[in-house]
């Protein structure tokens, strides 16, 4: 079992910047995916931002640009730097965190993220 534990999500004015962290523990695999999704109310959930454990990162097109993932194997921990943030990043962002070549899939309990404009 991987636990996660976010935080940093709030309210924030249009343009504005958040950042928001997930820490995973438990059972580790090493070689890892590590991301952020969010849901906005009435939609579906979205991938925003991935990370493998060896680095490589890519983004949905509609925050490139703007939002920046990083992480700390160190620290098992991911980073979501989301700057110039628009009404339409609205919504509840979850951590996930995915083993290479398993089957399970980890999400963290989800952290709410409001732009006004």
């Known amino acids: 079992q991987v636990q996660l534990v976010e935080s940093g999500g709030g309210l924030v004015q249009a343009g504005g910047s958040l950042r928001l962290s997930c820490a995973a523990s438990g059972n580790i695999y090493v070689i890892n995916v590590m991301g952020w999704y969010r849901q906005a109310p009435g939609k579906q959930r979205e991938s925003v931002a991935l990370?493998?454990?060896?680095?490589?990162?890519n983004y949905a097109d509609s925050v490139k640009g703007r939002f920046t993932i990083s992480r700390d194997n160190a620290k098992n921990t991911v980073y979501l730097q989301m700057n110039s943030l628009k009404p339409e990043d609205t919504g509840v962002y979850y951590c996930n965190f995915h083993p290479i070549g398993k089957l399970n899939d980890y999400w963290g309990q989800g952290t709410q993220v409001t732009v006004s404009s």
């Open positions: 990370i493998t454990s060896g680095g490589s990162a």
